[in-house]
């Protein structure tokens, strides 16, 4: 390329939708601004097509083994710590990247113990094997919290066990950074889908989606709007998670695992 | 036939306007385009649910499958009575009289697949007593596939030929037939045997068997109506035209209402000239509809799986 005396033009970046482990523009066209960014403003079909890959990409990372998954949200915590600076940028503390990632690592732990602590060999009255163990749930919508920490702590419990989730979020720059993270991070396309825009125009959809199988609103800080979702969302018996505001630097314990986590029982002959 | 007729029907089909492939390409796509929304979409849904051909046509169709499949074809929506039946359900030979246990009487077709169904590859008493024996059963349309082999070595005749025989063999039934686009090569030859098809008597005339790579297109449906438009023009007779195999989606169902709408007209736009082969597109289409009437998303747990 030959040098030019001009001055060099910027080179602006427009913060768009994670779907289906694409980067589209949201399909209504819209955008806003956030800080001085241009963001893609997601719609309700926007979230339709985020069901879509969600479940398309579902059985595939639940039939997946844990050990591997475990691995893939290693990773995650890896690429995470080498795009240090990025976060940094966009006014994430240090900190809260050192726990974001040491969350990251401790999830990816837990992902092949889930099933030994949520799971269970039952003593019956019979010559039967009874053994019950947790399954994902399916496709999970998240209503998530704005900072780097607060979605990694409601994106990574809800995949880890193998469901895949739909994200809404209103700290778009930080998303949309950590959607780049995910989609170098062998994480398959669809296990995790980023939807940037207004929690209040999108959960609705999500909540009462028939094809959504759990409804996490840790980042609903309108209490109206969380119980007109969780009223939606009772419509097709969705499992709901509502933590409310919480310091997300405490240890979180297993419910945030357990909440998208359903129990399949099996008896199984034994003496013959 | 005498010879004279039949060199009359090569020089009628190769005089033909060639296809512009560019062109209905384009025309297809820009169609394709149309934004159908609210209360007209209700209606195009409604209106599509009543011109599907439920279809099964695998190896493994059991009496049992087959008559849970004519069930749904009477009421697709268990849960909404205002949800139409299908215009017909479509199977092998040997299912028909399974499938006409249970729609006999109720207004939904009962369509067979016969002559050697999907290859064609047979002799001709054979496709013959395949045909009967589907009409025997119950079978009031029969879709026929026509030998490519003959038509693409150039042999009309004998296409033709086997045609009007088995024409005559469906007696009272419709009788659609089957080009198979996908294996003709090109939109000139789809032209050709459009119209080959329509002089030997067909009924319908459909793209394809659903069986190999390339099924219905809108491009070949596209050329495909202007046949059915020029033909009624020049010969007075109407045909009808079924697109079949690739058809899943609402949206897709919606292109090709489009389509009938802006080249043929409303003529076509009933179940009696226009018809949808396929299986997995009613299950998207009962979708749709319950997301227009209830107002939130639906999911596919809550339908039959077929």
Redesign the interface.
């Known amino acids: 390329m030959p040098k030019s005396s001009a001055p060099r033009l910027s080179v602006r970046k427009t913060f768009k939708l994670y779907i289906g482990g694409a980067f589209p523009r949201s399909e209504s066209g819209r955008t806003y601004l956030v800080d001085g960014d241009n963001v893609a403003l997601a719609s309700r079909k926007d979230a339709?097509d985020a069901?879509v890959a969600a479940r398309k990409a579902q059985p595939k990372w639940a039939g997946a083994t844990a050990y591997n998954r475990g691995q893939v949200v290693y990773r995650i915590a890896e690429m995470v710590e080498s795009r240090r600076a990025e976060f940094k940028a966009l006014g994430t503390a240090g900190d809260e990247v050192n726990a974001a990632v040491d969350r990251l690592v401790w999830y990816a732990g837990w992902s092949d113990k889930i099933a030994q602590v949520a799971g269970n060999a039952n003593p019956v009255a019979g010559p039967f094997f009874n053994l019950s163990s947790p399954e994902p749930t399916g496709v999970v919508g998240v209503i998530a919290p704005p900072t780097l920490l607060g979605l990694v702590s409601v994106v990574a419990p809800a995949v880890v066990t193998g469901n895949t989730v739909v994200v809404v979020t209103g700290g778009p720059q930080v998303a949309v950074t950590l959607a780049e993270v995910l989609a170098t991070s062998d994480v398959p396309g669809g296990v995790v889908n980023i939807l940037t825009g207004h929690a209040a125009e999108i959960a609705p959809?999500l909540a009462?989606?028939?094809?959504?199988n759990g409804l996490d609103l840790t980042g609903v800080d309108d209490p109206t709007l969380a119980v007109e979702l969780e009223q939606?969302a009772a419509?097709?018996l969705k499992r709901v998670r509502r933590a409310g505001r919480t310091d997300f630097t405490n240890d979180p314990g297993l419910a945030p695992m357990t909440a998208f986590l359903e129990t399949k029982t099996v008896w199984h002959p034994k003496g013959f | 036939m005498t010879a004279t007729v039949m060199s009359d029907l090569r020089s009628l089909l190769h005089g033909l306007p060639g296809v512009d492939k560019v062109g209905v390409e384009a025309r297809a796509a820009a169609l394709a385009t149309r934004s159908v929304k609210t209360t007209a979409k209700a209606q195009a849904i409604d209106l599509a649910i009543r011109m599907v051909d439920l279809t099964t046509l695998e190896g493994a169709d059991t009496p049992g499958k087959v008559r849970a499949l004519s069930a749904k074809a009477l009421r697709p929506d268990p849960a909404d009575p205002t949800c139409p039946p299908v215009a017909a359900i479509c199977v092998y030979p040997a299912m028909v009289p399974v499938a006409f246990e249970v729609l006999k009487g109720s207004g939904v077709h009962l369509a067979s697949v016969a002559t050697a169904f999907p290859s064609g590859q047979a002799p001709l008493d054979v496709k013959l007593a395949d045909t009967r024996d589907a009409v025997a059963g119950g079978a009031d349309e029969i879709d026929m596939v026509i030998s490519r082999g003959a038509f693409l070595a150039g042999d009309y005749t004998k296409v033709f030929d086997e045609i009007v025989a088995v024409k005559e063999a469906c007696g009272s039934a419709h009788l659609k037939v089957i080009l198979e686009t996908g294996e003709l090569g090109t939109y000139d030859n789809v032209r050709r045997a459009s119209w080959l098809a329509m002089l030997a008597g067909a009924d319908f005339i459909k793209t394809s068997t659903g069986k190999v790579p390339v099924a219905a297109t809108l491009p070949v449906t596209l050329v495909m109506l202007e046949a059915v438009r020029d033909f009624r023009a020049r010969a007075g007779r109407q045909i009808g035209v079924k697109p079949a195999g690739g058809i899943r989606t609402t949206k897709d169902a919606m292109k090709y209402l489009v389509l009938i709408n802006e080249t043929v007209g409303d003529d076509w736009l009933s179940p009696d000239w226009f018809r949808f082969g396929a299986s997995s597109l009613l299950n998207d289409l009962l979708m749709q509809r319950?997301k227009l009437t209830t107002?939130?998303?639906?999911?596919?747990?809550?339908f039959t799986l077929d």
């Open positions: 339709r069901v959809w009462s989606h028939d094809d959504v939606a419509g097709t | 319950t107002g939130h998303y639906a999911g596919p747990d809550y």
